[in-house]
């Protein structure tokens, strides 16, 4: 419970209560539980302030110190704390949805738990704190520092990482079977189909999806024909990141050539290019062939049953066998080196002494 003394002084403005703390340092203010939606309290100085289970939505608390302040299970919705200082702070189990909490201090605090969506954090320092539990969606973290974000719960060895975003992703595949089985799925059964969504079209790209299928891959299929709400080129990176291999549909191609161009160069993953018999493979396509070799030759088919017939001959074996011949390449490049590589000119005795121990470097 709230002190009523305390609350009452710190609704009776700012000002009165820093006064006040500085002459009550040895003083803990006591505001659990207390109603304080929608309160000015800029540039208040709630060091050390028992705030837990608070109602400080909508609150105006930019520069205010926080510093070492419990917050447990407090209510901070859209709150705002520009550059407030939440050094060593308890945030555990705390609100902080659409909170806006940037160039905020948040060092060695506790999040564990804390619900972070559609919360601001641009330029905020976030170091050194615990955020085991955390449920973070839509986080803005633009110019933010973090670090040393331990997302091990406290009795376990401490596992930490330096980004909000990824803890999560982080913790389930470490504490998760089914997600790195989904992981291993995805990276050694998913195939990524481009293609156009037109009527002609979607008829081959469904029946290649279901021969994939058959063939117990796990078909990823991107339109291009219908309207994106995020960087086509973007999506496709990831999806293609994450693929096996990729086949794509160039017959009536429209933004497909523009986009192989953007992303064949950054994935040595086999590209399967495939069209009708009509029609001709866009003009960049012989280059980036010669350039990257893990584009096959395109696949000219007259029938979509054909096609399907003989998919797995013409199109998965020698997708394939070029996957097996880059992992080969990748694993054949691995040289090593020897620090004396690197140590500068070398005396006829150094170069004396290498050949006789058999360590000369090549």
Not at 84 to 111: F, I, K, P, R, Y
Not at 157 to 177: C, E, G, H, R, S
Not at 260 to 271: G, N
Not at 279 to 304: G, V
């Amino acid at each position: 419970m709230a002190n009523k003394n305390h609350l009452k002084m710190l609704l009776g403005g700012v000002e009165g209560w820093n006064d006040w703390r500085k002459r009550n340092p040895q003083t803990r203010p006591l505001l659990a539980g207390a109603e304080l939606e929608g309160a000015d309290l800029k540039a208040a100085n709630l060091s050390g302030a028992d705030l837990s289970g608070a109602n400080l939505g909508s609150t105006y608390l930019n520069d205010a110190n926080l510093e070492n302040a419990s917050l447990s299970r407090a209510n901070l919705r859209s709150a705002y704390a520009h550059k407030a200082n939440l050094a060593g702070a308890d945030l555990s189990e705390t609100n902080l949805l659409s909170a806006d909490l940037h160039q905020t201090t948040v060092t060695n605090a506790n999040l564990m738990r804390a619900h972070l969506v559609d919360t601001n954090f641009e330029g905020a320092t976030i170091a050194d704190c615990f955020i085991y539990g955390i449920s973070a969606w839509n986080v803005s973290l633009t110019g933010a520092k973090q670090s040393n974000l331990t997302i091990s719960p406290p009795q376990d060895p401490a596992i930490t990482v330096d980004d909000i975003k990824m803890a999560q992703f982080i913790y389930l595949l470490l504490n998760n079977a089914e997600i790195r089985d989904v992981i291993d799925t995805i990276t050694s059964k998913a195939v990524l189909i481009l293609g156009r969504f037109t009527p002609s079209r979607k008829m081959v790209l469904d029946k290649i999806k279901a021969k994939l299928q058959e063939l117990n891959f796990v078909p990823i299929i991107f339109d291009f024909a219908r309207p994106a709400s995020r960087n086509i080129t973007e999506t496709v990176r990831v999806l293609a990141g994450m693929s096996l291999f990729v086949v794509a549909d160039l017959t009536h191609p429209k933004s497909i050539p523009l986009e192989l161009q953007a992303i064949v160069p950054d994935y040595a993953i086999p590209f399967v290019p495939i069209l009708h018999e009509d029609d001709e493979p866009f003009a960049m396509l012989r280059d980036l062939q010669q350039l990257h070799d893990w584009i096959l030759p395109e696949l000219k088919y007259d029938t979509p049953e054909n096609l399907i017939t003989y998919f797995r001959s013409a199109v998965v074996d020698r997708a394939l066998k070029k996957h097996d011949e880059l992992l080969a390449n990748k694993m054949g490049k691995m040289n090593s080196l020897h620090i004396s590589q690197f140590m500068g000119p070398r005396t006829s005795q150094d170069l004396q002494k290498d050949v006789s121990e058999g360590s000369a470097p090549q």
